[in-house]
């Protein structure tokens, strides 16, 4: 039997591929992979880029750590060989302030080394047991999450089903805020420390998004990154799938034929082109995919609006100003500045939740060597801003502490001196959805043999969970070829397609 299976080049879209070579492997079945990814490069939401255009230095624009249940990722990282390092191991470490929460007129909270018992003293002291009771929360949810991983629940063809068969609905029916209340957790805690997490993850506020997502952004033990840039994952599990990998091509249709194979069309050139096919994933939202499907599916996914985030990395020989935070002028501003909202201000589920602060969250990523015109170097920090609109040149220029220039209001990074910013990159992009409460969510096959990943956003967006749904749909696809080998004693020809 020979399967052509093309998945776009995300971390569904690999792990697809990544998944479906191994269960071939195992059966034994002959296989040809094919992959379409119509941007240039592989990994989706997961990509570096070179701070100061040197490869020495990359830093992640986007999907930027793993943690130690995204047994996925985990897995494929030791079976591929790749370097995995703390999450933070490059942060320069240079002020006492680890971590602080930043409302928009004062900070929150701020922590020292985010595991150190005094931290731990000190938010108990603060917030009583709404700590303790956020972890235990957070544990059974995850457990709940992870009974998804193995039979019976594994592999589903409902998502719907599959969470309810886990008892997960009643956490994705709620919001933040009320799931987090119902468990005993304060409402100062939750604003002050989970909704800071919320918003630097999914620029979301706690009354916006359910309660499965929210219980995602506490589950942070052992954050981890591959060392280079986590795209390299999914690099590799293309690399072992075997697959033909053609970038820069845009899939546009799928028709059904009459032997029931799918004839997919594709540009790459400009020019349109087709290629036949027994099975296609569409490892991504269709909504953002621009593939018409003939005939249409009898259910086509519903649209959901999308978060637009604004990713601003840059370098600067300054450190974030502690007169921005309304700190002494002779005290160090936290490396990592996460925000929520000040005490009073209710913004519901507004998707327009930033607030008062402005910004989603600032962090210091690294530190770099600059080459002067006199041979010697200085040092500049890494910046990364998560933020809803483009940052204006006179923001950059306060954080950073420098004097007022009376920049116009359209102002925006590219303004600034070389010597204040000697290095930036601007990307807007669509990476998560709003994660409003529901109870039902898309299921993996949108008509015979054209399969679907992109039901998990919904659910919890993460690398990890476009993951699982990739391995998830192969696992679907390696059990028909069973039936269908079992049903006559014969091998049978199938192909397969998928574009994130």
């Known amino acids: 039997?020979?399967?052509?299976?093309?998945?776009?080049?995300?971390?569904?879209?690999?792990?697809t591929a990544y998944s479906l070579r191994k269960f071939a492997d195992s059966l034994p079945v002959p296989v040809d992979i094919t992959v379409y990814e119509r941007n240039s490069y592989i990994g989706g939401r997961s990509t570096t880029v070179n701070a100061l255009d040197d490869p020495k230095y990359p830093v992640e624009l986007g999907a930027s750590?793993?943690?130690?249940?995204?047994?996925?990722?985990?897995?494929a990282s030791k079976e591929l060989g790749l370097l995995v390092r703390s999450a933070d191991h490059a942060r320069p470490r240079e002020s006492g302030d680890t971590l602080g929460v930043w409302d928009g007129e004062q900070f929150v909270l701020v922590l020292q080394d985010t595991y150190s018992w005094w931290n731990i003293a000190k938010l108990l002291w603060r917030y009583g047991l709404s700590p303790i009771r956020t972890q235990s929360l957070?544990?059974?949810?995850?457990?709940?999450?992870?009974?998804?991983?193995?039979?019976?629940?594994?592999?589903?063809?409902?998502?719907?089903?599959?969470?309810?068969?886990?008892?997960?609905?009643?956490?994705?029916?709620?919001?933040?805020?009320?799931?987090?209340?119902s468990g005993g957790i304060s409402a100062d805690f939750s604003r002050d420390v989970i909704q800071a997490s919320t918003r630097v993850n999914y620029g979301q506020n706690l009354p916006l998004m359910h309660g499965l997502e929210t219980m995602v952004c506490m589950a942070t033990d052992g954050a981890v990154s591959i060392e280079g840039g986590n795209w390299q994952i999914f690099h590799g599990m293309l690399r072992s799938s075997e697959a033909d990998?053609?970038?820069?091509?845009?899939?546009?249709?799928?028709?059904?034929?009459?032997?029931?194979?799918?004839?997919?069309g594709f540009k790459s050139t400009g020019v349109e082109e087709s290629s036949v096919f027994d099975e296609v994933v569409i490892a991504g939202p269709l909504q953002y995919s621009g593939i018409t499907i003939e005939p249409p599916p009898e259910h086509v996914p519903d649209e959901i609006p999308y978060v637009k985030l604004h990713?601003?990395?840059f370098s600067s020989p300054h450190r974030i100003s502690p007169r921005f935070f309304k700190l002494p002028s002779d005290s160090h501003a936290p490396e990592t500045v996460?925000?929520?909202?000040?005490?009073?201000?209710?913004?519901?589920?507004?998707?327009?939740?930033?607030?008062p602060a402005g910004f989603w969250s600032i962090s210091t990523l690294r530190t770099v060597q600059v080459p002067r015109s006199d041979g010697t170097h200085e040092k500049h920090y890494v910046y990364k801003v998560f933020s809803p609109e483009r940052l204006t040149a006179s923001f950059v220029g306060a954080i950073l502490g420098l004097e007022h220039k009376g920049y116009t209001a359209n102002s925006t990074i590219r303004?600034?001196?070389?010597?204040?910013?000697?290095?930036h990159h601007e990307k807007i992009w669509n990476p998560y959805p709003f994660l409003y409460p529901r109870v039902t969510f898309e299921d993996t096959m949108?008509?015979?043999?054209?399969?679907?990943?992109?039901?998990?956003?919904?659910?919890?967006?993460?690398?990890?969970?476009?993951?699982?749904?990739?391995?998830n749909v192969a696992s679907l696809i390696s059990q028909s070829w069973e039936h269908q080998e079992g049903s006559d004693g014969r091998e049978t020809t199938r192909q397969e397609k998928s574009e994130l």
């Open 138 to 181: 957070m544990r059974s949810t995850v457990n709940k999450f992870l009974r998804l991983y193995d039979s019976p629940y594994f592999p589903f063809r409902s998502l719907t089903s599959a969470a309810a068969a886990v008892d997960l609905l009643n956490t994705t029916s709620v919001p933040g805020d009320v799931f987090l209340e």
């Open 65 to 75: 750590i793993f943690v130690s249940v995204n047994y996925n990722l985990v897995n």
């Open 245 to 264: 990998v053609r970038v820069n091509h845009s899939v546009t249709s799928i028709q059904r034929n009459t032997d029931g194979t799918l004839t997919v």
């Open 311 to 313: 990713v601003t990395l």
């Open 338 to 355: 996460l925000t929520t909202l000040p005490r009073g201000v209710d913004l519901g589920s507004s998707k327009a939740g930033v607030g």
């Open 1 to 15: 039997m020979e399967t052509d299976v093309d998945s776009g080049a995300g971390a569904a879209g690999s792990s």
């Open 446 to 471: 949108l008509a015979p043999n054209i399969w679907y990943t992109g039901g998990i956003e919904s659910f919890i967006s993460t690398m990890e969970t476009s993951a699982l749904m990739g391995k």
């Open 415 to 423: 303004d600034l001196p070389k010597d204040d910013v000697s290095w």
